[in-house]
């Protein structure tokens, strides 16, 4: 189905080649049908190009017409002056994608054609990897044929969950920013391993090792994650006297805050963008 598809990612940053590479290793895209655009950085879109193989184009040369799904990948303060540039320009069969953090459906809707197809979409960079826990809403006018289409090449970078789109923002805070708080614990652990004498490499390696096997363990198992630490916990062991530490520390509020803290920043985006005023 993907194979006729022609793609356009306008925004060629760290999610747009995130998403250009996993889409890429499955092969059921083509280098070919994949154009990427940005708004000044050629330098950039010449890296991609050597890189993936895909086709490039400034943005006021991008072929519309040949394009199926229009991916918006800017930051979202661009969104508004894109959607009001790109209005006329789509056919009104063409499918536009937005992995823009807050950015509603509506909020597209809006400010496109009547009818337009519009698909709200929130992956991660491990979509580079294929490894992405991606979830996707859909707007008012998607047809079901599209929507099977813009999962199918949502899997080329990992899982993908269809939500309501009210679950938009608190999965942004789980899965879209979930990576960097992982990154963040695994420098914490690198940064004591080496602080005691590890070397360097083998300290990285060793936490992300420990954190890669914890969460294939959950992928994996039927086991419910408390099932999972009470097989590690000793009395009085090793492990209990880390938990003590993680709770005497609340680790789990502050995971709990990060999460929700970057939920409620997704929804004031929206609100921002939107012109409704947020107190800070
Ligand atoms: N990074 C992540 O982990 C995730 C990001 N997202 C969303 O993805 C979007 C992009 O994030 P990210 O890739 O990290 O950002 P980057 O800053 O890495 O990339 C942004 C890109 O957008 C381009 N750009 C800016 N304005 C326009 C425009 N008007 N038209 C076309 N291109 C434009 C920039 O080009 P130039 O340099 O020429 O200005 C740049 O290539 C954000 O909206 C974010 O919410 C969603 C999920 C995860
Ligand atoms: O930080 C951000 O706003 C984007 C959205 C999710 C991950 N990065």
Known sequence: ???????????????????????????????????????????????????????????????????????????????????????????????????????????????????????????????????SATAMSLGTYTNEDNADAVNELLECMGEVYVIEEDQMDIFTGIAGSGPAYFYYL????ENVGK????????????????VYGAAKMIMEKEEAPAELIDNIVSPNGTT???LDALKKHNGGEAITQAINNAAKRSKEISKELDGVLVPS
């Open 195 to 210: 602080v005691s004498g590890m070397n360097d490499k083998m300290a990285r390696k060793i936490a992300a090792q420990t």
């Open 1 to 131: 189905m993907l194979k006729q598809k022609t793609i356009a990612f306008l925004g060629a940053g760290n999610m747009a080649e995130a998403m250009i590479s996993g889409m890429i290793q499955t092969e059921k895209v083509p280098a070919n049908q994949i154009i990427v655009t940005n708004k000044c950085n050629y330098d950039r879109l010449n890296i991609l190009e050597d890189k993936y193989g895909v086709r490039t184009a400034p943005i006021t040369e991008l072929p519309y017409k040949e394009i199926d799904f229009l991916i918006l990948a800017m930051k979202p303060k661009g969104a508004e002056e894109t959607l009001s540039t790109i209005k006329d320009l789509l056919p009104s069969n063409q499918v536009v994608i937005s992995v823009l953090a807050g950015i509603t459906t509506s909020f597209m809707e809006e400010r496109l054609n009547t009818g337009q197809e519009v698909i709200r979409v929130m992956p991660n960079t491990s979509s580079m990897i294929q490894e």
């Open 186 to 189: 695994m420098e914490q652990m």
């Open 240 to 242: 209990a006297a880390g």
